[in-house]
């Protein structure tokens, strides 16, 4: 069976590129599994996890927060506005500074402040459940 070449960005770093069997990624009207021969796709991307399950099995898990991922039958692009690897995942870390953004939400006076802190309390949320999954899943392995 053929392959895909998969590719995760963000706008600090290329996270991944390498190859896979296959890709599940959350898209924007919800989960994508991505084989090769896949029909070209262009879509916007939710946070969540993007697995990644490579020739030999094993499996590469990335966090991302927004963007957009391009399918090609033999490719897949993944473009994240942020991307962090499963395994630089910090559960305690993405707890605490939610805490510290709900501090800041309490205290922002304007719609504007208010805006910027809920969307990093989201992204802060979905952070630390795929920490909390990924931890869960190599538990149980």
Do not use: C, Y
């Amino acid at each position: 069976m053929a392959n895909l070449q998969v590719d995760v960005v963000s706008a600090q770093e290329a996270i991944f590129a390498g190859e896979a069997k296959f890709v599940v990624l959350p898209g924007e009207s919800g989960e994508l599994g991505i084989l090769p021969g896949h029909a070209p796709l262009i879509s916007r991307i939710r946070s969540g996890t993007v697995k990644i399950v490579r020739p030999d099995n094993s499996e590469e898990h990335v966090f991302v927060v927004g963007g957009i991922l391009e399918v090609q039958p033999g490719s897949v692009m993944v473009l994240a506005d942020t991307a962090i690897r499963g395994d630089d995942l910090d559960e305690a870390r993405a707890v605490e500074a939610r805490k510290k953004a709900e501090e800041a939400l309490r205290n922002a006076k304007d719609k504007a402040d208010i805006a910027v802190v809920e969307a990093e309390l989201a992204m802060l949320a979905a952070e630390a459940a795929a920490a909390r999954k990924l931890r869960q899943g190599r538990s149980t392995h």
